[in-house]
């Protein structure tokens, strides 16, 4: 499996290195070529003495180094964990990883007190928000803590994207009468209890609505409106694709719009109240922010997430609330009582 | 006239509206026809003795039910004769029983235009006595409705009502639908197939049999209906636009239980579905008790109409995180609903305008959740039964909506995800519809607040604290306790 010459992972893989990127090479091949070009030494201080001194020793070091190498950037990319490698690639390989992490968490005020520590504590070269990570939505009991880290990442990083990879996307069509235009085409974003809404736009709308929206243009001469019009469009076809230097493009165009639209900085956007056209891009508003110095001990939980990614980025965190925070009224955890259900 | 209220006086339609047609056909075909500032929104006829009735809209939207009798049965031609007609008020405030306007008009009109009318009245007559002999035998009587009330769930009012508000754009499209025996429907077909379609909760087949035609015609028809429907009856399902209004909801529900300032009850229900077997692997649909389904958040007053609405979620999120991606959520927050006068409670105690709702929404200035837990003190369980009697009108509205339009209730067979929620919509300004023309329909449906049987009560924990000391206040104010 390794081997494949077409694996999308390893061409990706090559390129984020900067290896040679061809068709005609294989892994051996690859391996072999590429190994020379890292300084052994580097691989050898940064492994994890304990598990691999052996392995070095062996005639074969270096496939092995390279078969470790390899490893190590799947652990990467998977987040399997098992390997603290912190070498110069590796942080190269960040910087693709996760550029824009875009978690959402409001924290209670026992929560942000909290806060340094985790952040010190995590504070590893790992750029992922700890929840987006298999092995850490395995870790129920350190949901919280990875929350408010990803509370901080997401303050700290809020001008960049959502990272959608990962997220099961379903197209809905939602009425919601709060609002003359009743009638949305979203796009939902799902990772077990983190829901994300976006806008889906020229998809799917019937010609009535276009007619109606594109009276509603004419009828404001909006220059700002039409803008925002394309910055949703290019913001949902950069979602739609896998990443690149084009869905970079479109971003940075993307921002470009929103500025025009914003004269405020962006902390300011996010907390914007004022009212935008929902089929454009809903105005996320951290309801609960200024609401929290109010809230009472016994009763602190994180609710409203709702945060304006990115400004125009028509993309929005509904909900990441730990899964103890919903259970059934029996006081019975909700995993359980589906299995009693069962 | 245009505040709603019922106009008065003498007007006089010109020739120039109507022409050599008759009353009843011109009012079919152009069911919007200006009238000294109001605007005739489509008529049928009302029987041999020649009387019409015609719903009339003013500019605020607000039908009025019209009853035109012709004062001279048989007029020359050429001559001037006049309509008496009462206007009864239909308006979107909801029924008041005892309190209706019959307010006298009189309305001149071509006589010419007139003479015709009566084949049209006929025609309207001789609809439903065709209509009802073919299906003679297929549809029992419910306890207490007549057989036109069996079949489409509502009466014969409400039904001319609904043709005339959307049969402008019904009959535009150029699409021609016919029987199997190669009549074409009529706009009256067309109306009680949609509506048979909504509330037997048949099949497509089963309802193309009960009409002969075949199952096709039954989805078009059905789905042109959902969409006309949509654009001219949306002004039954809004949130109260004038203050008047809202101080009526409010002092009803007081008359409830004694919540003071409550201007509405939320609640949650789920549509279900059965999905293909590619679908049925995307769990995002499945909700907490295993079942495919959709979710309805319903805001409702205490005439059980709906005031909001939000459906299209699917039923793996939960009532919290509904809300929270809803529209009303984020008005309320910014203070543009619910952001009318605080009442004082007592001295320096006052309480906002709010809506209640159960334990599964968080607790909010503007949203009031019960108490949780057991072994409350006499205050707070005492307060749980007002607040739980105040919001039963949320569960009954939900419970009546499933009842009456059956297509939603039971477990849809592969509904195309995109279209249900319209279809929902649909329901519920119809459900909203009935209640505005005062239905007699409504007495004869028992009242059950049972709309999502086997789903368990969520509990969602979050709680602002200045909802929680509203409450407590509240809580206190209605045991007596509040100090004056």
Redesign the interface.
Known sequence: MLCSKSSKWLHRLRSSRGFPDSDHINLEHFLSNSLHKIDPQTSTDSAPPDKRPRLEKRDDGEAIQGRDMINNALSELFQMGEFQDKSRIKRKKSCRKQQCPRICVLSTNSDAQDVPVQKDKDSSPSPLPLPLTPNNRRKGKELNQELKVKERVEEEEEKCHWDLSGY?Q??????????PS??FE?M?Y?RKNV?K?GDKKGK?LMSSDRKKRKEILNENGDVRKKKLKLCSSSSKSGDAEEGGLKKKKKKKRLKACNSSKYVENEEAIARS?S?QG?EHC??M?A??EK?QD???QV?E?S????KQIDGGSSVIL??SIPPT??????GIP?SN??SM?? | MEDGGSPEGRYTVGSRWFGRRSLASLLIEESLVKCDGLEIGGGVGGGREKSFQVFITNKSLIPLLVTLSLSNTNPPPGHIVTFVGFFQSCSLMGPIRGNKKKRKIELKIDNESVLASGSSEEGSIDWWDEFSKRIAGSVSPSKGLDQFESVFKVSRKTFNYICSLISEPMMAKTTNFVFLNGKSMSLNDQVALALRRLSSGDSLIGVANFFGTNHSTVSQVTWRFVETLEERG?HH???PSTEQEMAQIKSKFENIRGLPNCCGAIDTTHIMMLLSTSERT?D?WLD???NHSMILQAIVDPDMRFR???????G???D??VL????????A??G??LNGKKLKLSEGTEVQEYVVGD?GF??LPWLITPYQGRDLPETKSEFNKRHFATRLVAQRALARLKDVWRMIQGVMWRPD???L??V??ACCILHNIVIDMEDDVLDELTLTHQHDSGY???????????A?ISRDKLALYLSGRLPA
């Open positions: 099961s379903t197209e809905v069509t939602v009425i919601d009468t709060s609002v009743w009638k979203k939902l799902r829901w809404v799917g109240k009212t929902h809903k105005t508003v309801a609960y609401k109010n809230c009472s009763q939980k609710f409203s997430l709702k509904i909900k925070n919903k259970k059934d009224s029996s909700k009582v589906k259900q069962k | 949306l399902l809004q949130w995307i995002v907490r008790k295993d909001d609405i939000v459906t299209g979620w699917p793996k999120m939960d919290a995180s929270q991606g809803s529209s009303f959520f984020d008005l927050e910014k543009e609903r334990s968080p607790l995800k995109h279209r929620p319209r929902i919509l368990r009560p969520e509990v969602c924990e979050t709680a602002d604290k200045n929680s």
